[in-house]
């Protein structure tokens, strides 16, 4: 990456700014403006991910580049977070959103800015982007949204097909540490420590909401911007990467918006483009330029004519835990919408082919299938996060191949497998799995698709499946750009649970599949222009120093004893040092799931976070642990937090709640 030091404009920082909300509450914002540039459009950036410490390193590469081009931008802290004054109390809450309208507006109202305003951001900054864009603040005009989510129960990180997703707890134990961190004491100079207390004191325990709402009620319509897409009328570029959990949203929106919008997706996990992995990398920062500079200034440079989706098509490689270079080419499409009808496979004894045949086969239960799975979104909080070969879990699925391919053939957008069914169970579940099998035998995910069977008819109601009976479900795998090289064959892997990935039944399930098709999106040879984009750039990295170093470690731990398989993930960030405000940072985190192969019931999940702070002779310590079980009626959660200083206990809380499967 070239790290530019010269800009169109000089940049001035205010490290601590306070935007006062209409019920007297303060955020804290850090602003980066170009200097002597008179009034401007406003960037910002508003997440509960601490400016001043978690994401300093970002926003070292990404804010003061596009102030020296002629922006101001703004990273704000949210209500309760960081160094903001306030509670916080759910994520994307109705306070979230409006505080967000009064930024906006404040932004709108100072003298350096022109009355413009953008929004940016990746995961929960993606998220509200869109939210508020949906709510029509005046100033509001252009939203670049990576990594993130149109729908907040079928597509976050809570459940998926109407499952409960494995990082569910994860992150509500994820964030009850990071949340709990204090505000910085040399910013918030007076009754920081009054500001922490009230701020642990009023902790809410998240494991438990987010466990309660397992059909898509109103919790999670709240803020799902495909309950009304008509409502964005700001101009969205929306961003992602294949290696991410949030690979669906950019065709969702390119497909729904009236409001002027663009896709984009790389090879890339959970990071900006510019500096995401597996490579290749581009000038993400020159692109949000270009948006800028239409939708805020009125710069005629041709961003509403870019291709409606310019998506990297992946070439299959061997399957690995993790990449740095992921190979393939850059395909543009015009029109999205102008793509063929899937082709269509059907099912037929143990194959896939081009004519309907009996299938008659069954899926039986294999608890330990899943463990190849990788993690739902690869950000670097842990070892190797991608999916490995997927041949042990194969072996523990009912799977159907297709013919070795004579002709190279481009997956691009989203496959469906349609079955048709019958339970030994009322509660069931399946996960489908489309793979790419090479002549050696190994097997690599290409993408999957989970469903709740009592969710058949929609998400918003449970129906018990009729034991016996057959039945035609849907499952929608999620969207992929990959090219099915000459030589290799296609596999659909059908599974009655995929543990850790999402939680299973309480009590084994057999599924006989009677019949089904595979609706394979097929891009056309020749359809799709190529495209380039420029290499990296970003303004100077932060200084640092590293006092320690770290260490990640994954393992599979199978127990003959009980027939236990455990999965254990630890990471060890060391300890490093802002040579600019003389505060260090050290996470160690450790995630444990576990299951007997012969007990559906038997699922565990435990997380345990731990942050320290320090500068000087001042140091915090947060330790944030979350269990989940599933039992056969509930999910039995808890959780506890701890924190300390110097070694003096200064907070604890826990939690405990039995929350019925519904």
């Given at each position: 990456m070239q790290?530019?030091?010269?800009f ?5 920082e205010e ?7 209409p019920d007297?509450?303060?955020l804290?914002?850090?602003?980066w403006?170009?200097k002597g540039?008179?009034?401007v459009?406003?960037?910002?950036e508003?997440?509960?991910?601490r400016k001043?410490?978690s994401t300093?390193e970002?926003d070292a590469l990404?804010?003061?580049?596009m102030?020296g ?7 704000v802290d949210m209500?309760?977070t960081?160094?903001?004054e ?6 994307y809450?109705?306070q979230?959103?409006a505080?967000?309208v009064a ?9 350096w800015c ?6 940016m ?6 998220f509200n982007?869109l ?8 100033p ?5 949204s ?9 597509d976050?990180i809570h459940?998926?097909?109407?499952i409960?997703?494995?990082e569910n707890?994860?992150?509500?134990a994820t ?5 709990a961190l204090p505000?910085d004491?040399?910013i ?14 009023d ?7 987010w466990a309660e709402?397992?059909l898509?009620d109103?919790?999670w ?8 897409y008509s ?21 969702h929106?390119v497909?729904n ?6 896709g984009?997706?790389?090879?890339w ?10 490579e ?6 020159g692109e949000?330029?270009?948006w ?7 710069i005629?440079n041709?961003?509403?004519d870019?291709p ?6 992946m070439?299959?490689v061997?399957?690995?835990?993790s990449?740095?270079?992921r190979p ?7 029109d999205?919408?102008?793509?063929p009808?899937?082709e269509v496979?059907?099912?037929?004894a ?5 004519e ?5 086969r ?7 299938c899943?463990q ?6 690869p950000?670097g909080?842990?070892?190797?996060e991608l999916?490995?070969?997927?041949r042990l ?9 297709g013919a070795?391919?004579q002709?190279?053939?481009?997956i691009v957008?989203s496959?469906t497998v ?8 009322p509660?069931a579940q399946?996960?489908?799995?489309l793979?790419?099998?090479?002549p050696?035998g190994?097997s690599?995910l290409i993408?999957?698709?989970f469903l709740?069977?009592r969710h ?5 109601t449970a129906?018990?499946m009729?034991?016996g009976d057959?039945v ?6 999620d ?8 030589g290799?064959k296609?596999?659909?892997?059908i599974s009655?649970s995929?543990?850790?990935f999402?939680w299973p039944e309480?009590?084994?399930v ?5 019949s089904?098709?595979l609706?394979?999106p097929?891009l ?11 290499p990296?750039?970003a303004a100077?990295k932060r ?17 003959a004893?009980d027939?236990s398989v455990?999965?254990e993930?630890?990471?060890d ?14 996470i ?6 576990t299951i007997q192969?012969?007990?559906a019931s038997?699922?565990v ?9 320090a ?17 056969d ?5 808890s ?5 300390s ?8 809380k826990?939690?405990?709640a039995q929350?019925?499967?519904?």
């Amino acid at each position: 990456m070239q790290h530019v030091t010269e800009f169109p404009f000089e940049i001035e920082e205010e490290p601590h700014v306070w935007i006062p909300m209409p019920d007297g509450v303060r955020l804290s914002a850090r602003i980066w403006r170009p200097k002597g540039a008179g009034a401007v459009p406003a960037v910002l950036e508003y997440l509960p991910y601490r400016k001043r410490d978690s994401t300093a390193e970002r926003d070292a590469l990404t804010h003061p580049y596009m102030a020296g081009h002629g922006y101001a931008c703004v990273r704000v802290d949210m209500r309760g977070t960081g160094d903001s004054e306030g509670l916080f109390d759910d994520e994307y809450s109705e306070q979230e959103l409006a505080d967000g309208v009064a930024v906006i507006d404040w932004l709108a109202a100072q003298a350096w800015c022109s009355g413009t305003v953008g929004m940016m951001g990746i995961s929960w900054g993606g998220f509200n982007g869109l939210q508020i864009a949906a709510l029509r603040p005046e100033p509001l005009k252009a939203v670049v949204s990576i990594c993130s989510t149109v729908d907040r129960y079928a597509d976050d990180i809570h459940y998926k097909g109407g499952i409960m997703l494995g990082e569910n707890p994860a992150w509500a134990a994820t964030v009850l540490g990071w949340f709990a961190l204090p505000p910085d004491p040399e910013i918030v100079r007076e009754g920081a420590m009054d500001m922490w207390q009230e701020r642990l004191d009023d902790t809410p325990f998240l494991a438990g909401r987010w466990a309660e709402h397992q059909l898509r009620d109103d919790y999670w319509k709240h803020g799902s911007v495909c309950e009304d897409y008509s409502a964005i009328t700001a101009a969205v570029l929306s961003v992602g990467g294949w290696h991410d959990g949030y690979r669906n949203t950019i065709a969702h929106l390119v497909e729904n918006l009236d409001a002027p919008v663009k896709g984009l997706i790389g090879p890339w996990n959970h990071k900006y483009p510019h500096f995401a992995v597996p490579e290749p990398r581009i000038d993400f920062l020159g692109e949000m330029l270009r948006w800028w500079d239409r939708w805020l200034k009125g710069i005629e440079n041709g961003a509403e004519d870019l291709p409606d989706m310019r998506l990297w098509v992946m070439d299959s490689v061997p399957p690995k835990l993790s990449y740095d270079r992921r190979p393939g080419r850059w395909v543009a499409l015009d029109d999205w919408s102008a793509r063929p009808q899937p082709e269509v496979l059907h099912f037929n004894a143990e194959a896939l082919a081009a004519e309907a045949g009996p299938v008659g086969r069954q899926a039986y239960p294999a608890l330990a299938c899943g463990q190849a799975a990788g993690e739902f979104f690869p950000f670097g909080f842990g070892p190797g996060e991608l999916p490995d070969d997927q041949r042990l879990d194969d072996a523990l699925s009912l799977c159907f191949d297709g013919a070795v391919v004579q002709q190279a053939c481009d997956i691009v957008g989203s496959p469906t497998v349609n079955l048709r069914l019958a339970s030994d169970q009322p509660r069931a579940q399946v996960a489908v799995r489309l793979c790419d099998v090479a002549p050696d035998g190994s097997s690599a995910l290409i993408c999957h698709g989970f469903l709740n069977l009592r969710h058949r008819a929609g998400h918003e109601t449970a129906v018990d499946m009729p034991v016996g009976d057959m039945v035609d479900v849907s499952v929608v795998l999620d969207q992929c750009g990959y090219r099915l090289p000459v030589g290799h064959k296609l596999r659909v892997a059908i599974s009655t649970s995929y543990w850790p990935f999402v939680w299973p039944e309480a009590k084994p399930v057999t599924l006989l599949v009677d019949s089904g098709t595979l609706e394979l999106p097929v891009l056309p040879e020749g359809m799709g222009e190529g495209w380039a984009f420029d290499p990296p750039k970003a303004a100077p990295k932060r200084a640092t120093r590293m006092l320690s170093d770290g260490s990640e470690a994954k393992r599979v731990i199978r127990d003959a004893s009980d027939r236990s398989v455990t999965l254990e993930i630890a990471s060890d960030t060391g300890i490093e040092e802002d040579l600019s405000t003389g505060l260090s940072h050290r996470i160690k985190h450790q995630e444990r799931f576990t299951i007997q192969e012969d007990d559906a019931s038997s699922a565990v999940a435990d997380f345990r976070w731990e942050r320290r702070m320090a500068r000087g002779g001042w140091a915090v310590t947060v330790e944030a642990h979350v269990t989940m079980t599933g039992l056969d009626d509930c999910f039995e959660v808890s959780a506890s937090l701890r924190t300390s200083g110097e070694g003096d206990l200064a907070f604890y809380k826990e939690w405990n709640a039995q929350i019925p499967r519904l």
